[in-house]
C-alpha cells in the first residue's frame, strides 16, 4: 500500500486524474471503476481538462460505477447516475453504452458479470466512509463478495444528509458492489479528505483486517495507493 499526503484537495485531485490519465493513456480500451460523492469530484473536474486538452481520449474507456441509492429514480437531484452524468460523462468523449451504474431494479448477479464480461477493473477509485465503509459497504460481521442490496447504518445516512433537505429524505437502502468485486480490480486508488475520515483512515492503514472497518481489507490488495490531505491523515 503505497500512502501519499498532500497539503490541499486540489492536489490530491491532480494527483488521482493523472494516476487514472497513465492508465488511459497505457490501455486505451481500459475498464475504470467509479466512485461518487464529494471526495473524486476534484479528480473529475481534472480528467475533464485533460479531456478538453486533448491528453487522454475516453472513446474506448468503460467504466462501472460502485453504487446507487435505491428508493430514487435516476432524475432525481441526488442520484449517483445524474451525479455522475453532470460531473463527468456529460463533459468527456465517453460513449453512453459504455457507461454502467448499478440498477436496484436489475439483477445484482448481472452487474458482476457485465464487469466480468468486460474483462475486470483494471483501475478502481474509492473513497472511505467515516466508518471505514467503501462503496457502501457498511461495516458487519463478514466480508461481502458480489453486489447487492444494504441497509446503510445511522452514521451513514447522518453524512448523507447535507445532500438532501432534511434527514428523512435521504434513502435508507442502495446497491453496492461486494468488497469481492472491488478488490478483483487490478489497481486501486483511495482518496480521503477531511478530519472526519482520520480514524477509518488510520483503522484501514493501521488497524487489524476486520469487517467491521470494511476498507481494512485493502491490506491485501497488491496495488493500492492511498491520497489522503493533512487532516485526514492526522492519525497514522
Request: glycine share 8%.
Amino acid at each position: 500500500m503505497q500512502i501519499h499526503i498532500y497539503k490541499e484537495e486540489s492536489q490530491i485531485g491532480k494527483a488521482a486524474a493523472l494516476l487514472v490519465a497513465a492508465e488511459v493513456i497505457r490501455n486505451p480500451n481500459c475498464v475504470l471503476g467509479l466512485a461518487t460523492g464529494s471526495t473524486p469530484l476534484s479528480a473529475y473536474n481534472s480528467l475533464v481538462e485533460l479531456n478538453k486538452q486533448g491528453i487522454i481520449d475516453f472513446t474506448s474507456v468503460r467504466t462501472f460505477n460502485l453504487d446507487e441509492y435505491v428508493g430514487i429514480g435516476r432524475s432525481h437531484e441526488q442520484s449517483y447516475y445524474k451525479f455522475m452524468f453532470d460531473n463527468l460523462f456529460y463533459k468527456i468523449n465517453i460513449k453512453p453504452e459504455n457507461v454502467k451504474i448499478p440498477n436496484p431494479e436489475e439483477s445484482c448477479a448481472l452487474y458482476d458479470e457485465a464487469i466480468d464480461a468486460a474483462g475486470g477493473i483494471d483501475l478502481q477509485i474509492l473513497g472511505i466512509g467515516n466508518n471505514g465503509h467503501i462503496a457502501f459497504n457498511e461495516p458487519c460481521g463478514i466480508f461481502s463478495e458480489g453486489t447487492h442490496i444494504v441497509n446503510l447504518t445511522e452514521s451513514t445516512i447522518e453524512a448523507n444528509k447535507r445532500f438532501f433537505n432534511s434527514i428523512e429524505e435521504v434513502p435508507k437502502k442502495a446497491i453496492t458492489m461486494g468488497v469481492g468485486s472491488i478488490m478483483k480490480a487490478k489497481e486501486i486508488i483511495l482518496i480521503a479528505i477531511g478530519k472526519s475520515k482520520a480514524e477509518a483512515v488510520r483503522s484501514m492503514i493501521n488497524g487489524k483486517i476486520n469487517p467491521m472497518c470494511p476498507a481494512s481489507v485493502l491490506q491485501r490488495h497488491p496495488n493500492v495507493t492511498v491520497l489522503l490531505d493533512t487532516q485526514a491523515a492526522a492519525l497514522l
